[in-house]
């Protein structure tokens, strides 16, 4: 099988699914467990804390652990709203669902920052929507579905303007272990990231937070975690998560060189095939390399992700969250594509197991799918 469906979830690599297997074995009692199997445990995840603060430069700064991004973005957004009876929250219109609907069921109002035509934050145009009432910022670091990166330290800066007593919550899924992250350069106040996006195992997330920002419990029970969420640590998990991350950040300059080509090759073998019937969702220059989204001009999306994956070749029509959905991606709908050009959308997104020979695969059985449309 050919996988190039990164951005929804990544293969975990098998060194750690090995080493895995042996935390399972060794470090299934509970950490807040009193009794000595218990206190290694509880090391284990206290190690795993202080790994992900070094590789983060957030030394000093407070961590939950979650199930989920999607978890982590809940507890981040309405566990910060609930500190206030009125205000604000800003965002984008192209956000993961897992940002936009916390926002939007907030009892806290909320805006959108105007985005250019490119899908990035309109910098010139932040004023017109922070203003004193603005609670917290809510932003995708990389968009899941065109890859295109936010200017985020530029953002912040405005953000500490205009609205310094503001909070910003930056969604890391997709960026985290791929761009340099540097928690106290950037000045953030809250990150989410997850184990499935840097090839890690299925169900660990965290939420990194400044001291200065007070939570509310989202998952109420027990008070583990300081009382931020309730539940028994998957301590496994969080290893893995701590170990996937060491490995992205140190191969990520090396697997980032790789996958640019990749991208660039694929990129000019669509526009060679299909001319001017290809258009391209975001901007080399501004994207990042992981994944390339793109429209062919008369052709269903799904239709041609469900042909390639007949010929074990697997791509993405936009957000996996959205897969089941019968309506056009909000992302697209937003940035302006037309509907026409929304459902034909492929999304492919590569990972550090991808070569140039499954690229070429790729193009070729694209082609075949053309044929027999």
């Known amino acids: 099988m050919i996988y190039l469906d990164n951005a929804a979830s990544t293969p975990p690599r098998p060194e750690l699914v090995e080493q ?27 190690r795993a804390e202080r790994n992900i603060f070094k590789r983060l430069n957030a030394n000093g700064a407070g961590i939950v652990w979650t199930g989920t991004a999607t978890e982590a973005l809940n507890l981040g957004i309405r566990g910060f709203c609930e500190s206030f009876e009125d205000g604000n929250i800003v965002s984008t219109e192209i956000e993961h669902k897992a940002v936009l609907e916390p926002v939007k069921q907030s009892h806290l109002t909320h805006s959108f920052f105007p985005l250019t035509k490119d ?55 997709q960026s985290f272990g791929k761009i340099d992250l540097n928690w106290k350069s950037l000045g953030i106040d809250m990150l989410v990231a997850t184990a499935h996006k840097i090839n890690g195992i299925n169900g660990t997330a965290i939420l990194v937070f400044d001291k200065s920002v007070k939570l509310h419990e989202q998952t109420i029970g027990g008070g583990q975690q300081n009382g931020l969420r309730s539940g028994t640590l998957n301590v496994p998990g969080i290893m893995a ?74 791509v993405g029509t936009g957000s996996a969250c959205l897969a089941e959905v019968n309506a056009a991606s909000h992302v697209m709908t937003a940035l302006g594509v037309p509907k026409h050009l929304a459902f034909a959308t492929l999304r492919v997104s590569f990972g550090y197991q991808n070569t140039m020979d499954e690229a070429k695969t790729f193009l070729e059985k694209l082609k075949l799918a053309i044929k027999e449309y």
């Open 119 to 173: 899908g990035t934050i309109d910098l010139e145009r932040v004023s017109e929507v922070l203003n004193s009432e603005t609670r917290l910022i809510a932003i995708n670091n990389i968009n899941n579905e065109t890859g295109v990166i936010q200017p985020i330290k530029e953002l912040v800066k405005l953000k500490n303007e205009l609205v310094p007593k503001a909070k910003i919550l930056i969604d890391a899924a």
């Open 241 to 314: 998560f701590s170990e996937a991350a060491n490995i992205a950040i140190k191969e990520m300059d090396e697997v980032n060189a790789c996958i640019a080509e990749i991208n660039h090759f694929v990129r000019d073998g669509l526009k060679e095939i299909f001319g001017n019937d290809v258009l391209f969702h975001g901007k080399p220059e501004i994207a990042d390399p992981h994944i390339l989204s793109f429209s062919l001009t008369g052709y269903q999306g799904a239709i041609l992700m469900r042909f390639l994956g007949a010929e074990n070749v697997i």
């Open 20 to 46: 895995f297997a042996k935390w399972l074995n060794e470090y299934y009692p509970n950490p807040d467990a009193t009794h000595e199997a218990g206190y290694q445990s509880l090391l284990a995840v206290q």
